[in-house]
T-cell receptor
Framework: AQTVTQSQPEMSVQEAETVTLSCTYD???????LFWYKQPPSRQMILVIR??????QNATENRFSVNFQKAAKSFSLKISDSQLGDAAMYFC??????????????FGKGTKLSVKP | DAGITQSPRYKITETGRQVTLMCHQT?????MFWYRQDLGHGLRLIYY???????DKGEVPDGYVVSRSKTENFPLTLESATRSQTSVYFC????????????FGPGTRLLVL
């Protein structure tokens, strides 16, 4: 079974600085997707960025980028020029493209990010 | 653009009662999902549906029942609520198949006394 691990329960960053959130996963599959979701205090789950395993190029969305290391099974999220609105829980998630549970997301336990003004 | 909605947003019930949480999406997405979120566990999949009348179990299905008679609705029923089912429940949907991104509803906070 696949697992997703976020080893940092809490992180803090100064406004305008850069922060990196860690995520590792365990799988024997080669075809899958990885996601970062943001959950602000409103509890809404918001997609931040997505990475397809067969693409070597790291995904980027404005101030958000990932460092995808397939061999190391690592998928970290870098937030540049941090803003107060970035404060939230961040969840890393894995989705297989195989088997009867296609489409099901497996989540890590989350990292709570605080942004200091 | 209503997207995906859940009702009620908050619910308090008692042990043993039946509770139904509603999920409705306006995008005509084929896939729909139910997750629960608990402290220390992140989100865990309860049930999912690939299309109307097609449902399957996820990681933690015990104590829950789902149905999907219409593409846009995916209700989750707790047949006899227990305190361990106190949680925040999220519904999600994705467009055509498993390769599409999942979009989440606002969540339902359920308290079982």
């Amino acid at each position: 079974a696949q697992t997703v691990t976020q080893s940092q329960p809490e992180m803090s960053v100064q406004e305008a600085e850069t922060v990196t959130l860690s995520c590792t996963y365990d799988t024997s599959e080669s075809d899958y997707y990885l996601f970062w979701y943001k959950q602000p205090p409103s509890r809404q789950m918001i997609l931040v960025i997505r990475q397809e395993a067969y693409k070597q190029q790291n995904a980027t969305e404005n101030r958000f980028s990932v460092n995808f290391q397939k061999a190391a099974k690592s998928f970290s999220l870098k937030i540049s020029d941090s803003q107060l609105g970035d404060a939230a829980m961040y969840f890393c998630a894995y989705r297989s493209n195989y088997g009867g549970s296609q489409g099901n997301l497996i989540f890590g336990k989350g990292t709570k990010l605080s942004v200091k003004p | 653009d209503a997207g995906i909605t859940q009702s009620p947003r908050y619910k308090i019930t008692e042990t043993g009662r039946q509770v139904t949480l509603m999920c409705h999406q306006t995008w005509s997405h084929s896939y729909m999902f139910w997750y629960r979120q608990d402290l220390g566990h992140g989100l865990r999949l309860i049930y999912y549906s690939a299309a109307a009348d097609i449902t399957d179990k996820g990681e933690v299905p015990d104590g829950y029942v789902v149905s999907r008679s219409k593409t846009e609705n995916f209700p989750l029923t707790l047949e006899s609520a227990t305190r361990s089912q106190t949680s925040v429940y999220f519904c999600a949907s994705s467009l055509r198949d498993s390769q599409e991104t999942q979009y989440f509803g606002p969540g339902t906070r359920l308290l079982v006394l």
